[in-house]
């Protein structure tokens, strides 16, 4: 069936240094492509998303790239603080007649003061 | 996401007992969803409802069962046929369709005693 996997499970970076996060999906179907950032104890909240016809998008420090052919997403979280020590989760959706979202199982990133 | 909430915050279970969660909204969205999540697991899928009166199952519905008589109001049930249902229950909403960002309420945790 419809699977996304999420990689690494827990990352660690100093401050100021970068951290990407990479996902792949199986059904080629998928069309939209949210990231959500969970801080401990408190809801999922959209941070950005991409749709399948773009192959980046950039928000500040944050971007998201999209390969179709290979069937890979990823987030890029420059300039990293504290504050960005989150559970990160990708999802891949797909509109096919009927619902699907598939989230993979979360990056637990650690910034380092 | 502060239109959509979620209600008690921790909910205790007894063998053999049936517990409703609530789940309301106040942002006119069509659609309304309802999450498990747990540790170290990303969201899966329980129910999800596109208009009024209407829901569809999703990957892990055995064991619950929801209604949707009002557009705002989206309440989940965790009957006692549910083996295991320790976990962190989120629902979300969204204007309409999968492809449509998701708000997420801030979750109820429920444990067994």
């Known amino acids: 069936g419809e699977n996304v996997e999420q990689h690494p499970s827990t990352l660690s970076v100093q401050e100021g240094d970068s951290a990407v996060i990479k996902c792949t999906y199986s059904?080629?179907?998928?069309?939209?492509f949210p990231w959500y950032k969970q801080e401990l104890g408190k809801r999922p909240q959209l941070i950005i998303d991409?749709?399948?016809?773009?192959g980046e998008k950039k928000d500040q420090r944050i971007a998201v790239t999209l390969n179709k052919t290979a069937k890979h997403f990823s987030l890029h979280i420059t300039e990293t603080q504290p504050e960005d020590s989150a559970v990160y989760f990708c999802?891949?959706?797909?509109?096919?007649?009927?619902?699907?979202?598939?989230f993979g199982a979360g990056t637990r990133l650690f910034v380092k003061a | 996401d502060g239109g959509i909430t979620q209600s008690p915050k921790y909910l205790f279970r007894k063998e053999g007992q049936n517990v409703t969660l609530s789940c309301e909204q106040n942002?006119?969205?069509?659609?309304m969803y309802w999450y498990r999540q747990d540790p170290g697991q990303g969201l899966r899928l329980i129910y999800y409802?596109?208009?009024?009166?209407?829901?569809q199952k999703g990957d892990i519905a055995e064991g619950y069962s929801v209604s949707r008589e009002k557009k705002e109001s989206f309440p989940l049930t965790v009957t006692s046929a549910q083996k295991n249902p320790t976990a962190f229950y989120l629902c979300?909403?969204?204007?309409?369709?999968?492809?449509?960002?998701?708000?997420f309420g801030p979750g109820t945790r429920l444990l067994v005693l």
């Open positions: 979300a909403s969204s204007i309409g369709g999968v492809r449509e960002t998701q708000y």
């Open positions: 059904d080629s179907a998928s069309n939209y």
């Open positions: 991409i749709r399948s016809n773009v």
């Open positions: 999802a891949a959706s797909m509109n096919t007649g009927g619902f699907k979202t598939i």
């Open positions: 942002l006119n969205h069509d659609a």
């Open positions: 409802s596109q208009i009024v009166n209407d829901f």
